[in-house]
């Protein structure tokens, strides 16, 4: 009766990967013809000390060359795929065989692959990067990066101290003139992050445009447009929630960067920047979504923006149609960034996870 191993897989989009459980492995014959692997090695496996084999046959083409290591505890093998791509399963058949798992040490999803390549490229650029800039020299590039992280940092970091301060002093009192004594420094810090999306469009920092983009535009909407053309809005305390929640976060994610301009870390920043935003980016959003409600009355009572129709029509479309889509927008974009972000923490985490491996 033949015996059969273990074997764990997983893929990259050009390699196969097979873990075969066989401790302290000898004679081992490893062949791939016609898509089918065949497996035969000495081994203490499953049964004990035997002789093992399997076969199995590919989903799609690999190319015939195999490689293979034996280690004190099991054998290692790569197979490379003769087209580029990612397989929907290992084998023909849709039912796997009993001895066929995955290998979760190495497994990833078709995203994570991506992001891993993208990742390694960048591993290398910075390394290229190392072997041609001589050392103590800053790039233009770099210090434009720093000084722009620095300002931003020192902007939302003078006014969450600003604010917890007046909080502590006054009490509910300072919920009532956020406006007054924060917004010139908010309207800056906001004006100046469009250089953000900037940055991203033409490959400054390696991040998403789009939910860039969204997060940009999303908070100057709410401080031009809510918070800035409605002096209504000036007093209400649901100002003082977006300005400290927008700034909670900021006060983490600008040092971080200003570290990674120099490939410089410290791990309590760099947990705090991928973790703080779970609650508060949320809790940002559902402030920024209070202040757009409360400001739809007042828009509707002034007119301001609103578009004039045909007498046919009605006399005018009131501001306050585009701030209910906009509320919609709102929670979609929630979705989007926060999905995004969440993509960024497990990626980092995970990276670091297997580097201390």
Known sequence: MTLTPLVYWAQRHE?????????????????????V?????????????NEYEFSLEFLLPVKPEVSHKSTQRQVNVVVRKEKRGWWERLVVQERKPVFLAPDFDRWLEESDAEMEI???EEKRNRLRSARHNEPGFVSLKTGYLFAYNLVQFLGFSWIFVNMTVRLFIFGKDSLYDTFHTISDVMFFCQ?????????AAFGMVRTGVVPTFIQVVGRNFILFIIFGTLDEMHNQPVV?????????IEIFRYPFYML??????????TWLRYTVWIPLYPLGVLAEAFAVIQAIPIFDKNQLFSVPLPKALGSSLSFSYVLQGYL?????????????????????????KRKAN
């Open 118 to 120: 993208r990742e390694k």
């Open 37 to 49: 692997l065949q497996f035969r090695a000495q081994g203490h496996g499953a049964k004990g000390q």
């Open 240 to 248: 003082f929630f977006v300005f400290y929640l927008w700034s909670a």
């Open 328 to 352: 919609i927008l709102m929670f979609l974009g929630l979705f989007i960034n926060f999905r995004h972000l969440y993509k960024q923490r497990k990626r980092r985490f995970r990276t670091k």
């Open 191 to 199: 004006t100046l992050a469009a250089v953000e999306v900037l940055n």
């Open 260 to 269: 990674g301009c120099f490939d410089t870390e410290w791990k309590t920043l």
């Open 15 to 35: 390699d196969i990967y097979l873990r075969v459980e066989l401790t302290d492995a000898q004679n081992i014959d490893v062949q791939v013809h016609d898509k």
